[in-house]
C-alpha cells in the first residue's frame, strides 16, 4: 500500500530563532542543568542569588517519530562560562542506537564533544560553513567557546529518541574549560 504524501516545506534559516518558522521552542536554563556542569557548588550559589539565565534554546520541525523522516532543529548557545566551563548543551546518545545525525554551523564558534557507550572520545570544531557528521553510538554534547552565540542546524532521524539519563550517570570523559582566555579539552576528574 502507498504511503500518505508529506507535504513538501522549507524553512528559513537564520535570524533570533535559527530557523523559521518552527514547530516547538525549548529552553534550557542554569536550573534544568544543574546536574550537568562538573562545579556543581558554582551552580548552586547562582541559583541561590536568584541567577539562572538561559544557556541555551532549540527551535524544531519534528516529524513523525518513525524511521523514514527527519527532524530539523536550531540550537542557539548563549555565551557564558559556570566558573572556568562553558556553556554547553546537556547532550545525549539517541535511544535509537543506529541513528546518526547531522549538524551545520550557521553562527559562532563551538565544540562537539563525543563520547561512545565504551568511553571513547572525539571532538570536532562546528563554525558556520562546516557540517560535522555525528555517528551512530556516539553522544552528543555542543559547547559554545565564543564570545556571541553559538548557532547550528541539527538533522536527524525523527525516530533518534533522546537519552539523557546515561550521561547523567556517567558524564562526559572530557570537560572543555577556559584556560588563559582559550578554551581546551581536558580529562574530566569526575567521570
Ligand atoms: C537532536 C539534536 C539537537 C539537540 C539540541 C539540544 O538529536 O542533537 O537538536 O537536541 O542541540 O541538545 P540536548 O542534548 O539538550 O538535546
Ligand atoms: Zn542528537
Not at 518558522?21 to 562545579?39: A, G, H, I, M, T
Not at 548552586?44 to 524544531?60: Q, R, W
Not at 559556570?82 to 546537556?90: A, Q, R
Not at 547531522?102 to 570536532?124: A, C, N, P, T
Amino acid at each position: 500500500m502507498l504511503k500518505p504524501l508529506i507535504e513538501p516545506f522549507s524553512v528559513v534559516i537564520g535570524g533570533p530563532t535559527g530557523i523559521k518558522p518552527y514547530k516547538v521552542k525549548l529552553v534550557r536554563r542554569l536550573s534544568d542543568l544543574q546536574d550537568f556542569f562538573y562545579n556543581k557548588k558554582i551552580v548552586e550559589e547562582k541559583l541561590s542569588k536568584g541567577e539562572n539565565p538561559t544557556v541555551y534554546e532549540v527551535y524544531e520541525v519534528p516529524q513523525k517519530p518513525v524511521s523514514r523522516h527527519l527532524s530539523l532543529a536550531a540550537t542557539i548557545i548563549f555565551p557564558g562560562k559556570v566558573g572556568d566551563e562553558y556553556y554547553f548543551t546537556k547532550g545525549h546518545f539517541h535511544e535509537k542506537e543506529d541513528a546518526s545525525e547531522v549538524y551545520i554551523g550557521l553562527e559562532g564558534e563551538g565544540i562537539i564533544l563525543m563520547q561512545s557507550r565504551s568511553g571513547e572520545v572525539r571532538h570536532l570544531k562546528i563554525e558556520p560553513n562546516v557540517a560535522v557528521y555525528i555517528p551512530p553510538g556516539f553522544a552528543h554534547r555542543t559547547i559554545n567557546v565564543g564570545s556571541s552565540k553559538l548557532v547550528f542546524l541539527a538533522i536527524y532521524p525523527s525516530d533518534a529518541g533522546h537519552d539523557y539519563g546515561s550521561i547523567v550517570e556517567t558524564g562526559f570523559a572530557k570537560l572543555v574549560l577556559e584556560r588563559e582566555g582559550r578554551p581546551v579539552v581536558v580529562d574530566n576528574p569526575t567521570a
